[in-house]
């Protein structure tokens, strides 16, 4: 297996909701990555978890929540979010810190209305 | 600060043409280089990656090329086909570490003319 799988494929949450996104890996890698993209942008940053611990936090607001139940699967629970919030998100995994075979997810299109 | 940015927001070839993608980046300490390909409503598939004590690394259809004289990366793609029409980001690992991060540049679009 050699995918990032990414769930939902879309996502539309009023700005009450409390909702969550789901990735999965079955790679052994250890280092997974959640990351937003804006139309025409490039991916930006958001969680690094190495070995389970979250290691990177890049000032993401305190409404997106990650989680990382164990070293398949990474979580990022959505809470009061704000239409800006609307982009695509991006999980991705690699072997280690050092990004080799570094893998991305097909996303989750989030609408927040 | 540091950065990674491409020179040209658009490219346009003809099918069959080889095509040049131009990445330039800043941070001296990059020691891994990516290139993506992301196409509509995907997520960034990777191309080719290559590592700073290398200068050239082939894969299937596509080059990278690393010149870290002047901090410039480039993609090359022979024989451009219609399938090849997406977003290219390069990407570098900034300063190393197992914290370090992978910087995005801006993207260019490739579009290839029938």
């Known amino acids: 297996d050699t995918e990032v799988t990414q769930t939902p494929k879309h996502l539309v949450m009023g700005m009450t909701n409390k909702k969550s996104l789901k990735c999965e890996q079955h790679?052994?890698?250890?280092?997974m990555y959640w990351y937003k993209q804006k139309a025409k942008k490039p991916p930006e940053l958001m969680f690094v978890y190495s070995y389970e611990k979250l290691s990177i936090n890049e000032s993401v607001p305190s409404r997106f929540s990650p989680e990382c139940p164990n070293s398949s699967l990474l979580n990022l629970h959505l809470h009061a979010l704000q239409p800006e919030d609307s982009a695509l998100y991006l999980c991705?995994?690699?072997?280690?810190?050092?990004?080799?075979?570094?893998?991305f997810g097909s996303g989750t299109r989030l609408t927040v209305v | 600060g540091e950065s990674v940015g491409l020179h040209l927001p658009t490219l346009s070839v003809q099918e069959g043409d080889n095509s040049i993608i131009n990445c330039a980046y800043s941070n001296s300490a990059s020691d891994y280089f990516i290139w993506y390909k992301q196409e509509s409503g995907k997520g960034p598939q990777f191309i080719i990656d290559?590592?700073?004590?290398?200068d050239k690394r082939q894969g299937q259809r596509v080059t990278v090329l690393l010149n870290k004289t002047v901090k410039h990366l480039s993609l090359q793609i022979a024989a451009t086909q219609p399938g090849d029409s997406a977003v290219y980001f390069c990407a570098e690992n900034g300063s190393g570490g197992a914290n370090s991060k992978l910087t995005f540049g801006k993207g260019i679009t490739l579009s290839v003319r029938p």
């Open positions: 790679m052994g890698h250890r280092a």
């Open positions: 991705a995994s690699s072997q280690d810190g050092r990004f080799y075979g570094y893998t």
């Open positions: 290559i590592r700073s004590n290398m």
